[in-house]
């Protein structure tokens, strides 16, 4: 997560398969990592979004049984501090799902809830801490991508009881309705993505069943504005589970696994598309 020109790396798995309460931050300037303080409790698949300069945790996944829950916390850096907020309505609760931030308002995307995969969509008002039901997403999905061009949230690929998922549909908060667009090439879930450039840039994933372990190092690139995707240079070091940045021209790719499940490592990645 980007906030004030630093990268957050918030919870998830360590290289036992623990889940962490830690939060590191990556300053690009200076090449240097810190802490921040810890998050309340260990989370694992955390939706997370920045806006009005602090950072938000909407929804996320605990423990070894992936039980969803709706809490949201609100990071404040001057105050480095988490206080808890308004957490998602009961039975709306769910992590790994897909987040954009569009404007001062935190949408989330699908995810997963009780084992399965919703299509549920709500958005994050911070400044009157309150919660939004949306109209449902056109495909239920978890371990998506979500992000923001011009105004318009595009949810891509993912995973569901159907398998890898190759759509890509975007949603207008002004006309508040979703549509179809170009799938992208490589059907995966667990990959991520950004905005880069006025592309959006999707990296790696999992269910590969052409790898042994399972995993994709495919860089696939959608133009919002012409509907079209390209095919870029690989990864460095495939993986999923990890989530990317895009700042100042360039993909910042922290952590993941490199065997479909668990297998996290401290790769650092940077793409200049």
Do not use: K
Not at 5 to 16: A, C, H, L, N, P
Not at 141 to 151: K, P, T
Not at 158 to 183: I, M, Q
Request: glycine residues 14%; aromatic residues 8%.
């Amino acid at each position: 997560m980007l906030l004030n020109g630093e990268i957050y790396v918030i919870g998830g798995f360590d290289e036992r398969s623990v889940i962490v309460t830690d939060v590191e931050v990556f300053n690009p300037q200076t090449s240097t990592w810190r802490r921040a303080p810890p998050l309340p409790q260990p989370l694992h698949h955390v939706n997370v979004g920045a806006a009005r300069g602090r950072i938000y945790v909407v929804g996320a996944l605990q423990g070894v049984g992936f039980v969803a829950t709706g809490v949201t916390l609100e990071y404040d850096p001057v105050a480095n501090s988490w206080t808890n907020r308004a957490a998602m309505p009961p039975g709306s609760e769910r992590g790994g799902s897909g987040v954009a931030v569009i404007g001062d308002r935190i949408y989330v995307a699908g995810g997963l809830r009780s084992g399965g995969s919703v299509d549920s969509f709500s958005v994050y008002d911070p400044a009157s801490n309150s919660w939004q039901t949306l109209q449902n997403m056109p495909t239920a999905r978890d371990h998506l991508v979500a992000a923001e061009f011009n105004g318009v949230l595009y949810a891509i690929a993912g995973r569901n009881a159907g398998g890898l998922r190759s759509e890509t549909e975007a949603y207008n908060p002004a006309t508040a309705t979703w549509s179809a667009r170009r799938p992208i090439p490589t059907a995966r879930g667990g990959c991520a993505g950004a905005t880069v450039s006025g592309r959006i840039i999707v990296v790696g994933g999992e269910g590969n069943r052409a790898n042994a372990a399972g995993i994709f190092d495919s860089t696939e690139s959608y133009d919002p504005a012409t509907d079209t995707w390209l095919t870029l240079t690989p990864m460095r070091t495939a993986r999923h589970g990890m989530q990317a940045v895009g700042l100042a021209g360039v993909l910042y790719v922290p952590g993941g696994a490199t065997r479909e499940g668990f297998g996290a490592v401290d790769v650092f990645d940077a793409f200049r598309p």
